[in-house]
Every structure is written in structure tokens, then in C-alpha cells.
């Protein structure tokens, strides 16, 4: 087993709703577990952010899968990096979507205030995943309270 981590970011095409958010999800919580793939996805009005660890294999299996999806397009791998932990151990797939919390966030990693996450210095990428995560019961949450 080498444990790895993958983060990449897409942006959304004409063959998606948000409705695909959920089948998404469904997908994923179900092949993730089936493949001890923990991780995160962070969706703005047109991008995603991915971070996803687990055994190599597995996750180039499962990359070449979701790069296949028309849903999304212009798929950049920023960091496919061996690991010694995991971050998300708990989660097959932490979804995080946009929230008001969460321009500041941006606002510190990118220019804008507006999710760009093509606007990320490649190095910064993980330290921002890391944010997120501690964003994460906050974000929930809201999502509660909405
Ligand atoms: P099913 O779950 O049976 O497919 C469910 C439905 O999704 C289908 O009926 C169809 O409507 C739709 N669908 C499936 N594949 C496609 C496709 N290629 N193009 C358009 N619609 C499709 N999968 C994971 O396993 N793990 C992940 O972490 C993961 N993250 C994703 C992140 C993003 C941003 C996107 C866009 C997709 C992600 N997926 C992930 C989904 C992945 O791309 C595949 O759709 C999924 O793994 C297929 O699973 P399945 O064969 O069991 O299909």
C-alpha cells in the first residue's frame, strides 16, 4: 500500500446541474468506500476542488474515472504526492460547498473574494485544503441553518 494524495480542480461544462451534485455525492460515498478512498470536493457556482488519498492504484483508477465525466472539463492535477496520514480519514467524501464563511478563505489564497481555484499557486493548494478542513463543522452548520 503507498498511501497518496491527489488534488486537482475542474470547472464545470453545459452537461451540468446542480442537480448532478447529488449523484455525484452518491457515486462517490459508494466507489470511495468500496475502494478505501477518504477525501474532499469544494464546489463554487463553476469549479471544483478535489483532494482525494489513498492507495496509488486506486486513486489513478479512480481519477481516470471522474477525468472520463462530462460533467467537468480542463481537469488540472496539482499534487499526486506519497503520504504518511491521512487528513480525511473519516470522510469518503467531504463536500463542501460554497459559503459566506468562506470568502474570506478564498480571499487569502486568491485574488478575489470569488472561488478561482486555477488562482492558487500550486504550493499553496494543500495548505488550503487544510483551511477548508477546519472550515468544515462551521460550513455544515450554515448549510443547517439555511
Ligand atoms: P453510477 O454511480 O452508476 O452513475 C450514476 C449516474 O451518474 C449515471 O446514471 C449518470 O447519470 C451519471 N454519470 C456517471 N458517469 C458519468 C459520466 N462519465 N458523464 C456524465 N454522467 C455520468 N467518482 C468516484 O468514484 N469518486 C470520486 O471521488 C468522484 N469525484 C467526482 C468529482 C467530480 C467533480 C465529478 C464530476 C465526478 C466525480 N466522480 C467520482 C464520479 C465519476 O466521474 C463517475 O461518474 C463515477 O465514479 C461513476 O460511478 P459508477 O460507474 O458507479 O456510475
Not at 451540468?16 to 469544494?42: P, V
Not at 483508477?61 to 467537468?72: G, K, L, S, V, W
Not at 480525511?88 to 472561488?115: C, G, H, T, V
Request: contains cysteine.
Amino acid at each position: 500500500m503507498s498511501l497518496t494524495r491527489l488534488i486537482y480542480v475542474s470547472t464545470i461544462t453545459s452537461e451540468f446541474s446542480l442537480g448532478d451534485i447529488d449523484k455525484i455525492l452518491e457515486s462517490s460515498y459508494r466507489r470511495n468506500s468500496a475502494n478505501n478512498i477518504s477525501g474532499a470536493l469544494y464546489f463554487s457556482t463553476r469549479y471544483f476542488m478535489q483532494y482525494l488519498e489513498g492507495d496509488r492504484a486506486d486513486l489513478e483508477e479512480t481519477y481516470a474515472r471522474i477525468i472520463q465525466d462530462r460533467r467537468h472539463a480542463n481537469c488540472i492535477v496539482y499534487e499526486l504526492e506519497p503520504i504518511e496520514k491521512r487528513e480525511f480519514e473519516d470522510w469518503s467524501l467531504a463536500y463542501i460547498p460554497q459559503s459566506e464563511s468562506l470568502r474570506s478563505l478564498n480571499s487569502r489564497f486568491m485574488q478575489s473574494a470569488q472561488f478561482n481555484p486555477y488562482d492558487i499557486p500550486q504550493q499553496n493548494v494543500f495548505a488550503f485544503i487544510l483551511e477548508l478542513k477546519a472550515y468544515l463543522p462551521r460550513v455544515y452548520l450554515e448549510g443547517l441553518t439555511c
